[in-house]
T-cell receptor, first 113, second 111 residues
């Protein structure tokens, strides 16, 4: 079956612009995660959903970051007033229950100029 | 910041060699996962470990969940060119479902 998909794959934003990144999880997966991966480093947790409920947003770096999953399927990560330090790859992962394996999408590479 | 120490940071392999990498933590984890990431792609799951002491194989890959629950290692036997990439360990603690990743081991081909 289809894996996790993310769009766009690449996004260039000017400093101060708002961006929206989309994630389509594997069908039937209850849990959805967002991670941020800086160049040359491992992914770092941002936020976690179980169905439409955002159960953990402890990793969001500032109140400029906002995530939603209104119908418990597709999720959107929104970054307001982008800054250069927001440049990174944003990875989405889904899992069937949250306690089992997480499967990752290809990521969205965000470059803020 | 990241809590997992992964070593080595990079290594060169020659086709046919066995390679080994490990991950240590100051915290206990209930699950250890190993992923491989190729340039421009997301991490791909290789092996998942759920019990302390568990030894699991997936083809030429073998991974173990340390008895103390604070470490894990990954072995690749008889390496081939497509083993080149970045390998990440990831742990999941008791407090939640999020994964904590190591800094990665970059596997490169010997010139």
């Amino acid at each position: 079956g289809a894996g996790v998909s993310q769009s766009p794959r690449y996004k260039v934003a000017k400093r101060g612009q708002d961006v929206a990144l989309r994630c389509d999880p594997i069908s039937g997966h209850v849990s959805l995660f967002w991670y941020q991966q800086a160049l040359g480093q491992g992914p770092e947790f941002l936020t976690y959903f179980q169905n439409e409920a955002q159960l953990d947003k402890s990793g969001l770096p500032s109140d400029r970051f906002f995530a939603e999953r209104p119908e418990g399927s597709v999720s959107t990560l929104k970054i307001q007033r982008t800054q250069q330090e927001d440049s990174a790859v944003y990875l989405c992962a889904s899992s069937f229950s949250g306690l089992d394996e997480q499967y990752f999408g290809p990521g969205t590479r965000l470059t803020v100029t | 910041g990241q809590q997992l120490n992964q070593s080595p940071q990079s290594m060169f392999i020659q086709e046919g060699e066995d390679v080994s990498m490990n991950c240590t933590s100051s915290s206990i984890f209930n699950t250890w996962l190993w992923y491989k990431q190729d340039p421009g792609e997301g991490p791909v799951l290789l092996i998942a470990l759920y019990k302390a002491g568990e030894l699991t194989s997936n083809g030429r890959l073998t991974a173990q969940f340390g008895i103390t629950r604070k470490d894990s290692f990954l072995n690749i036997s008889a390496s081939i060119p497509s083993d080149v990439g970045i390998y990440f360990c990831a742990g999941r603690g008791a407090a939640g479902n999020k994964l904590t990743f190591g800094g990665g081991t970059r596997v490169l081909v010997k010139p």
